[in-house]
């Protein structure tokens, strides 16, 4: 019985190892979509039941769910389009399994290929960014919205999914140098997949379920009166399996097609997207690339033929307009070819995935062979009155498409299922559904071998009876109780799907909830981000995403708003897993610590600090929305010109206003209005018009967290032409581009100040040295203050002391309490306040937000005291900390 094992394992080996000479070494499957299906439809159900979603607490220290942590209001245009859209939320919760095809999805989005759009990560998180921004905050329909969402839930399943079958597998899916991960892949991936519960629907469907039979011969063996109207009927609202009649793109269509498929010269999907070795075998970017290549040819020959006239252009357009037409009628087949392929990619899902019999290949191949013969052959340029023969497809192929390119799409055009799933899994179609039908048979003799470990990982060998009794909780040695199956609380990695999926439902009132909830625990969740989804998965197939590790790429990588503040929100809501590595700690950590254990060897010598971007926030200072739109003030250099953006009134916080100037002019070209704090602590948002018009549109800047010294901004319509304006800070604007002359900052340390009695000299960072104290400013710690002028209005009874406050340090800085002010008279009386409003005449008004100053700037604050009758003020202290300074009067 060994033996015939041994050999069986040995031909499959083989034969990926023949197959893996013509496939990509790209990845496969993480959760299998039955897998996917299921977690999702659990969230859904928790959603629309009372628009809420229960989420729990966790002991990560002793791997327990503790109870329910609360319940936190779903985002109300999440709710509504999951309401509204069920089937198209389902459709997207296949995600790039599906759309806008396997291919594409497996080896462009999923992979850290893709360059960042809006200053987080790139690869994976590029698409979610785009796809969350045209097809949620702009997306014109529930359907469309709902399929979004599902899109994201997806997400949300591969990065916990594929930290736990990488552990097993050695490291990502890979078909080489040893094809025994490819195989573990597979095989773990369609066990759990096999052992996963039937997905009943979220939502109950009217059915009856009683009442007596119709045929007669039926009813008089039974008794019942042969009148049938007389039999009492019973209808039940039941749970029905969600089939592939539960799915649907139905109005989704168009938004696939723009946004996951045409790549348009210029467009986000060209120039950011569509990027690494995989689109060679992607059908939408092969086919965008053709036929933008033949449009700029066409509109070349328009351009030439209307720059002549007479006899000239009749001349030309008869030497080359045949030739024209021919190809403006083959970019119409591409373009229909391209908008025919959204149906076509979900009937193939429908077929393979939404199938409980494990997949309908038959079906499958005839979907893709029907799109071939209607619209690839035409796609590829050969004439509708050409006979279609093997020689007829490698010409046509050859000569629009590179060698490399060439020889998939001659496989995919002779075999379309044979070619994708090939280039998929290394394997043919037969194979492949072997391994989803049957991985029990195949998982000792795969999974309990060496091999598959790669890129410096190891694999993890376990055989059946193990898995199913630690991993699965199941009490079956094999597969002979086929079924039990594992429960959402007994698998961590399924569990912390659950969990994520409903945190990326919440919405502001959510968040803000669940904040607070945690906080009760002694628990800071960190900033709210725009989505708990966004942000941070450079790769859908990579382990450990959520954790900001190093990109092997060298790219952002930034941390997963519920993983920082030392993983403290992290630890509580959800559970420790195989493959997880510990996270990196941002600060203390609240809360039980990882179940990680110590390591025993000796720590460390601590390297060298690395100096961080001068205006790059600090993961405490994220949530803070005024913060976060304050650290955009400044001068920047964009494509437009240089962009100056300040607050617009003095003592006023939470408003700005920008202006865009072309090089050498100093009138502005264009203004953005309006401009306040996002609702996701990211920025700021506003309006843009052009200079001189009334005509305005939104726009969004958004803050690179990782370098904050750069932004990326989103705007409604084009701005100067640019569907995005980026810019990189300018640090010390020349002075003869300014409308208005700027502060210098001077070079020169702080002078000593010896003697008992003044005050304490303040600590000198790093260059650039802090400004010296000036005019009227007196230093602190890390400020330097100044006394403008002292009122008493004869309105009230209040003495108003307005000071303004320069930071000294090289740091962002918060004014707040740490300021005091003391007051002091002739009746002998001191006061004090730390209490510092808005510098405006008037009763006291608080800021609206924490005020914030950046290194060498100034705000203006104004503090309060009870006036003595007849008293007059004899002199000011300010203090901070251990700091002083008098102002006599």
Not at 8 to 24: G, I
Not at 48 to 63: C, F, H
Not at 128 to 133: P, Q, S
Request: glycine share 10%; hydrophobic share 35%; proline share 8%.
């Amino acid at each position: 019985m060994q033996r015939k094992s041994s050999r069986l394992r040995a031909q499959l080996m083989a034969a990926v190892a023949v197959l893996t000479l013509t496939a990509p070494t790209q990845p496969a499957y993480a959760w299998k979509p039955k897998t996917h299906i299921y977690l999702a439809e659990e969230a859904l159900r928790d959603a629309l039941d009372n628009g809420k979603v229960t989420l729990y607490e966790t002991d990560r220290a002793t791997g327990r769910i503790i109870g329910v942590l609360g319940e936190f209001d779903v985002d109300p245009n999440i709710l509504a389009a999951l309401k509204a859209g069920q089937k198209q939320f389902r459709a997207g919760v296949l995600g790039p399994d599906a759309y806008p095809d396997i291919l594409t999805g497996q080896q462009i989005i999923h992979p850290e290929e893709a360059d960042a759009i809006d200053g987080t990560a790139g690869g994976s998180n590029a698409w979610l960014t785009h796809l969350w921004e045209r097809g949620f905050v702009n997306g014109a329909t529930p359907q469309v919205r709902a399929f979004t969402i599902g899109y994201l839930t997806h997400a949300a399943g591969d990065v916990f999914a594929h930290t736990y079958v990488n552990h097993y597998a050695g490291g990502e899916f890979m078909l080489v140098p040893d094809p025994t991960n490819a195989v573990k892949h597979l095989v773990l991936e369609g066990y759990i997949g096999k052992r996963t519960p039937q997905t009943m629907s979220a939502t109950t469907t009217r059915q009856r379920v009683s009442g007596g039979p119709r045929n007669p011969r039926k009813r008089d063996d039974l008794g019942l009166d042969p009148d049938t109207t007389n039999d009492p009927i019973v209808y039940e609202n039941i749970r029905l399996p969600i089939t592939q009649e539960d799915t649907s793109i139905a109005g989704v269509e168009g938004f696939i097609y723009d946004e996951l498929t045409v790549a348009k010269p210029g467009s986000i999907m060209m120039t950011k997207l569509m990027k690494g070795e995989g689109t060679g075998r992607s059908i939408p970017f092969i086919f965008s690339e053709k036929r933008n290549q033949l449009q700029a040819e066409v509109d070349d020959y328009e351009r030439t033929r209307l720059g002549l006239s007479g006899p000239a252009r009749l001349a030309y357009a008869a030497a080359n307009g045949v030739q024209a037409e021919y190809k403006k009628a083959w970019i119409a087949d591409i373009d229909a070819g391209l908008k025919a392929f959204p149906a076509v990619s979900h009937e193939v899902a429908k077929a393979i995935v939404y199938n409980e019999a494990g997949g309908d290949m038959g079906r499958a191949k005839d979907i893709l062979s029907k799109y071939v013969s209607d619209h690839m052959y035409s796609m590829v340029g050969i004439p509708d009155a050409v006979i279609i023969t093997a020689r007829t497809i490698s010409n046509a192929v050859s000569a629009i498409v590179p060698p490399v390119i060439a020889e998939f799409l001659n496989e995919l055009l002779m075999a379309p299922l044979d070619a994708i799933i090939k280039g998929l899994t290394g394997k043919s179609p037969d194979e492949w559904a072997h391994y989803m039908t049957n991985p029990e048979a195949h998982f000792d003799e795969i999974m309990n071998v060496p091999g598959g470990g790669h890129s410096g990982s190891v694999e993890h060998r376990i055989d059946l009876k193990t898995f199913n009794r630690e991993q699965l909780k199941i009490d079956d040695d094999g597969y002979g109780k086929p079924s039990l199956k594992w429960k959402i609380e007994d698998l961590p990695p399924a569990f912390n799907t659950l969990q994520l999926t409903k945190l990326l439902f919440l919405g502001d009132a959510g968040m803000r909830q669940l904040q607070a909830a945690l906080k009760a625990k002694g628990v800071e969740m960190g900033a709210a981000p725009r989505n708990y989804m966004l942000g941070w998965v450079r790769s859908l197939d990579a382990g450990n995403q959520w954790q900001g590790l190093a990109s092997p790429r060298g790219k952002a990588s930034p941390q997963a708003a519920f993983a920082g503040n030392g993983a403290a929100a992290y630890n509580r809501l959800f559970l420790a897993q195989i493959g997880e590595a510990e996270i990196p700690a941002a600060g203390p950590a609240s809360g039980p610590a990882p179940a990680t254990p110590a390591p025993t060897a000796p720590a460390p010598q601590p390297a060298p600090p690395v100096k961080e971007p001068r205006w790059s926030p600090r993961p405490e200072d994220r949530g803070n929305r005024s913060l976060m739109a304050s650290y955009l003030e400044g001068d920047w250099a964009t494509d437009l010109g240089r962009l100056r953006i300040k607050r617009t009134g003095e003592g006023d916080v939470d408003h700005w206003i920008g202006h865009i100037y072309r090089a050498g002019r100093n009138e502005a070209g264009f203004v953005l209005e309006d401009l306040v704090p996002s609702d996701d602590a990211s920025g700021l948002t506003g309006t843009w018009r052009e200079a001189g018009s009334t005509q305005k549109r939104a726009i969004r800047l958004v803050l690179n967290l990782n370098d904050g010294d750069r932004f990326a901004g989103g705007a409604e319509g084009y701005i100067g032409g640019l569907a995005e304006l980026t810019g990189t800070r300018i640090l010390n604007p020349p002075a003869h581009e300014a409308p208005e002359p700027q502060p210098t900052e001077p070079q020169a340390p702080v002078p000593e100040q010896p003697g008992p009695q003044q005050p304490a000299q303040r600590p000198q960072p790093p260059a650039p040295q802090p400004q010296p104290p000036e005019d009227d400013f007196q230093p602190l710690g890390k400020w330097d203050v100044r006394i403008d002028k002292v009122e008493n209005p004869r309105d009230d009874r209040l003495t108003h002391v307005y000071v303004t406050l320069r930071n000294a340090s090289t740091q962002v800085q918060y004014q707040t309490g740490e300021v005091w002010v003391y007051l002091e008279d002739t009746s002998g009386a001191t006061q004090r306040s730390g209490q510092g409003v808005r510098a405006i005449p008037g009763p006291p008004q608080l800021f609206s937000g924490t005020p914030t100053v950046f290194p060498g700037k100034t705000i203006k604050a104004k503090y309060v005291f009870d006036r003595v009758r007849g008293a007059a003020i004899t002199g000011i202290t300010v203090t901070e900390g251990e700091y002083r300074a008098e102002f006599a009067f």
